[in-house]
């Protein structure tokens, strides 16, 4: 069965520094996308980045960068020069491609909170 | 920012009572889910819909009914609403007609359901 696992509750870091916040994953599906949401106090999911199964090189938007390790299967979201905004919590989630459904299997999340 | 609208957003209803939860896109998308959101659980899926009166059970659909009549509508029915259904609902709606993995869920702004 599909699964998640972020084992970081929660977690402090300083501002302008980087953190990995960890995500594995368990699938028997080749073909599966990996999702990292944002979740700000004020509630609203904000997709981050993704990561596809067969994606030869890790994803990186802006700040974000996605540590893909298929063989671990891992796939830890990386913010670099964190900032008082991105505190949040966080949520991996994975999409099998044998799934005609395309819906999101979640991790439990993890907190973040930026220092100042 | 995607359409999604949700509706109410906040809630409160006593043991027993049914409960109707309103989904809106204006995307034209044809995936659409509901999901709920528990401190530990991150996101569970509930009910998904893959079209016009097509939907599917999620991982945690007992006590929870869907109905979908027009595109645009998704709506969560709890027939007789319990304690144990006191949580925060969220919908979220998908463009997967290519089969694109790299299509993200979209997500409403969530309701907050309280069953006293």
């Known amino acids: 069965a599909q699964k998640i696992t972020q084992t970081q509750p929660g977690m402090f870091v300083q501002e302008k520094e980087a953190v990995t916040l960890d995500c594995t994953y368990d699938?028997?599906?080749?073909?599966?996308?990996l999702f990292w949401y944002k979740q700000p106090s004020s509630g609203e999911m904000i997709f981050l980045i993704y990561q596809g199964s067969y994606d030869q090189q890790n994803a990186t938007e802006g700040r974000y960068s996605l540590n893909f390790q298929k063989a671990r299967k891992s796939a830890n979201l990386v913010i670099s020069a964190s900032q008082l905004g991105d505190s949040a919590m966080y949520f991996c989630?994975?999409?099998?491609?044998?799934?005609?459904?395309?819906?999101?299997?979640f991790g439990s999340g993890t907190r973040l909170l930026v220092r100042p | 920012d995607a359409g999604i609208t949700q509706s109410p957003r906040h809630k409160v209803t006593e043991t027993g009572t049914p409960v109707t939860l309103r989904c809106h896109q204006t995307e034209n998308h044809r995936y659409m889910y509901w999901y709920r959101q528990d401190p530990g659980h991150g996101l569970r899926l509930i009910h998904y819909s893959y079209g016009v009166k097509d939907t599917d059970k999620g991982e945690v659909s007992d006590g929870y009914s869907v109905s979908r009549s027009k595109t645009e509508d998704f709506l969560l029915t709890l027939e007789s609403a319990t304690s144990s259904q006191t949580s925060v609902y969220f919908c979220?709606?998908?463009?997967?007609?290519?089969?694109?993995?790299?299509?993200?869920?979209?997500f409403g702004p969530g309701t907050r359901l309280t069953v006293l």
């Open positions: 979220a709606i998908s463009d997967s007609e290519t089969g694109d993995q790299t299509n993200e869920q979209f």
């Open positions: 699938t028997s599906d080749p073909s599966y996308g």
């Open positions: 989630a994975m999409r099998d491609g044998g799934d005609s459904s395309y819906k999101l299997i």
